[in-house]
């Protein structure tokens, strides 16, 4: 067999091969032509948001060299006039309050002041009840506002009340230094709420600061153990509980 053999092909076959070379053709024709479209309209759509946003600069330069009109320029002249009168003012001593606003009205100023409710302090020798207080009224005491009132009440209401005036040291926050300047506007009451062991939730319990959960638990596996719990005396004789621990407790428990 010749090498000439290996080329000969029969008309079908030819067919067959010229068909292929010209879808082959044809389908680099077509990519190039959509590869040159997509570029265009890229480039195209670049152009467009270019020229658009160069429009829009111009636009604003064109505003901004218009002359201003009468009412701007009043307004300009207001703020310069009303600036110059803040730092004449603060040169002098005499700073106007935060919330007082003034405005210039025909060359004269129109006072528009609204203070602010101030709460009054307590003066030496007046006082306030320890517990029967919300925090409108601890906020009458000197060194006392808005933050260490809320925790004072909030703590309060944990505890079931305060029994002396001396627990305001377990508030967050609250100093030996602070606690001396308050302490002479306070009278103790003596008013607490009672928490009834035998009966209370063990969430409940656990709510109270002066017990932790392992004492909230052996509480109420005593009463499942043996029934109520007749006196704190019996709670002295477990050991989860110290003798401060009974003493902090005692005004606070009922059985």
């Known amino acids: 067999m010749r090498w000439k053999d290996f ?5 079908g076959s030819k067919i067959a091969v010229i068909l292929l070379l010209v879808l082959i053709v044809l389908t680099l024709i077509l990519n190039i032509v959509l590869s040159y479209r997509s570029s265009s309209e890229i480039i195209v759509a670049q152009n467009d948001s270019l020229i658009q946003a160069f429009e829009e600069f111009r636009s604003t330069l064109k505003e901004r060299e218009q002359p201003l009109t009468a009412a701007q320029e009043q307004r300009k002249a ?23 606003t003034y405005i210039r009205n025909g ?12 709460s009054e302090k307590l003066s030496a020798g007046e006082t306030i009840p320890l517990n029967e207080t919300d925090t409108v009224q601890w906020k009458k005491v000197p060194g006392i506002g808005s933050s260490y009132a809320s925790r004072i009440v909030k703590y309060r209401d944990l505890l ?6 001396e627990q305001l040291l377990e508030v967050y926050g609250m100093d030996n230094e602070l606690y001396a300047r308050i302490s ?23 709510r109270h600061p002066y017990l932790n959960y392992k004492q909230v638990k052996v509480i109420v596996s005593l009463r499942r153990r043996k029934g109520a719990i007749l ?18 407790l005692e005004p606070y428990l009922a059985f």
């Open 7 to 11: 080329l000969h092909f029969q008309r």
């Open 160 to 165: 079931g009340g305060y029994v002396s005036v």
């Open 107 to 118: 060359g004269q100023e129109e006072n528009r002041y609204q203070p602010y409710p101030v």
């Open 184 to 206: 002479p506007y306070i009278e103790p009451d003596g008013n607490c709420r009672k928490l009834q062991v035998n009966h209370a939730e063990f969430g409940e319990l656990l």
């Open 231 to 248: 006196s704190i005396n019996e709670l002295s004789m477990l050991d989860e509980f110290t003798t401060d621990d009974i003493y902090r």
């Open 78 to 100: 207001d703020r310069i006039y009303a600036s110059e009168s803040n730092s004449r003012e603060e040169s002098a001593g005499r700073r106007k309050p935060a919330d007082e």
